[in-house]
């Protein structure tokens, strides 16, 4: 099995395959395309504790930038964008800006990364996410990403009924920590235990 520049499987974990488990604009984005869409729930350890940076499946070489706190507030332009962002305003209030933009459209008042073509690259935006602290994203590739590296993030649901069945009944990454938009107040909270 080959994954795209940059990313090899996590020989801690001893994997004999990997299971991409995103919607289809993600997946592309890997090369060579893997597609496993079997019985997941089973493959992914649920804990009581939040945040406890399991190791994920994936595994980059972490960039060279000053640890930060990754952040990204509109998911990808398709017929949920209006339903899973939010404001560039509203990640400000929640996280400040001292922050990373792993935004791709816009960095709004947080630091850009260096132009090594992440935007494109999966793979490069794997490393910028290993070098840091920690992420808040919406419901978007970032999250997936993030649990798949065993990167610490947090996920800012939409309105309850526009949840996504993979957040509304389980954990799918021990590093991951999902919060309904009455749990938003927790973030600084959650970005202090990264």
Known sequence: MQLSPGMKRSPSKGATHIVLICESLLATKFSPTIHYWPYVKSLFPVTEKKIVASEGYFDAPASHIPRKVGV?????????????????????????????????????????????EWKKDWSKTAEHMKAMKGIVTVDTGTAHLAG???????????????????????????????????????????IGRM
């Open 72 to 116: 990204n507030w509109a998911a990808s332009k398709g017929a949920l964008n209006w339903v899973k962002s939010i404001s560039v305003e509203h990640m400000e209030e929640l996280v400040g800006n001292d922050a990373y933009s792993l935004n791709p459209e816009s960095d709004g008042n947080f630091y850009p990364l260096p132009d090594n």
């Open 148 to 190: 798949a590296l065993g990167v610490k993030c947090v996920v800012l649901l939409p309105k309850e009924e526009f949840v996504c069945w993979r957040w509304k009944h389980g954990r799918w990454y021990d590093s991951v920590v999902a919060l309904r938009q009455s749990e938003y107040h927790k973030v600084k909270e959650l």
